[in-house]
């Protein structure tokens, strides 16, 4: 039965590729004319409770964008959606000369993790790492800082750590009309729609963000949620990473003030 269930779903995620596929390029053709749009996301961008929804703008602010603008969007693409995938992916097609870009990105980046998975992540991205910045950056990356909390009974360590946050912003600030979406806080003591409890230092992911904006020219446009409350946690989030129906709606309403 297992199996039959494995096959199914597999089936499932590729009937809402092809819908997804053919949504993307019906909307693209009728707004071939309106403003040009790149917009990058990782898991944060699309609703992740049902099938129907997976790596997919429904019931995702996505949606809006998609169906008012010409837009070119990259939803979830990689296992490990991180900012090296986005600059990258941004880099061979900056010169479509977008009118706003827009980065649901960084949560994959700062969170802590098991160490032991961060060597085959970093490996596998290696070659976009050394083209968005060189080699000693990837060498530096690759330096894992050792957190003394652990997960998974493993030490943790994330995919970027606060040192090099700075050069990740210098690229950011690079690149024109960029919007970029923060991490929140997270509340260790709620786990929504998760299945296990978080890593003990999880709110790194919201610190970080905090530098990076920090570290952001005037010139970047931020949705900004590393405030939210505990009870703004619940409400747009899910599970404290991704966002819920009010989360999306959120997202959507403050892009119409500032696309």
Request: glycine share 2%; hydrophobic share 35%; aromatic share 12%.
């Amino acid at each position: 039965m297992g199996v039959i269930k494995k096959r199914i779903r597999q089936f499932l995620y590729v009937l809402v590729n092809i819908h997804t596929y053919l949504y993307l390029n019906f909307f693209k053709l009728k707004n071939r004319n309106s403003k040009k749009l790149f917009v990058y996301t990782d898991s944060r961008g699309f609703e992740i409770s049902k099938i129907k929804n997976r790596k997919s703008p429904f019931s995702s602010y996505l949606s809006y964008l998609v169906k008012n603008y010409n837009c070119d969007v990259f939803i979830c693409p990689e296992k490990h959606t991180t900012v090296f995938d986005f600059l990258d992916k941004y880099n061979e097609y900056k010169h479509k000369n977008y009118q706003s870009v827009i980065a649901h990105i960084g949560v994959v980046d700062f969170s802590p993790r098991p160490a032991s998975q961060i060597e085959a992540i970093l490996n596998l991205k290696k070659k976009k790492i050394e083209m968005c910045f060189n080699t000693d950056f990837f060498t530096q990356i690759n330096d894992l800082k050792i957190y003394p909390d652990k997960y998974m009974n493993e030490d943790t360590a994330s995919i970027l750590p606060v040192e090099l946050i700075n050069q990740v912003a210098d690229a950011f600030n690079k690149i024109d009309d960029l919007i970029w979406v923060t991490c929140n806080p997270v509340d260790l003591n709620w786990r929504g729609n998760y299945k296990r409890d978080r890593p003990i230092n999880i709110n790194m992911v919201n610190d970080k963000s905090i530098v990076m904006k920090e570290l952001l020219d005037d010139q970047v446009r931020i949705i900004d949620f590393t405030e939210f409350s505990m009870d703004e946690v619940h409400k747009y989030t899910c599970d404290n990473i991704h966002m819920s129906e009010e989360g999306m709606k959120l997202i959507e309403n403050k892009l119409k003030e500032i696309v």
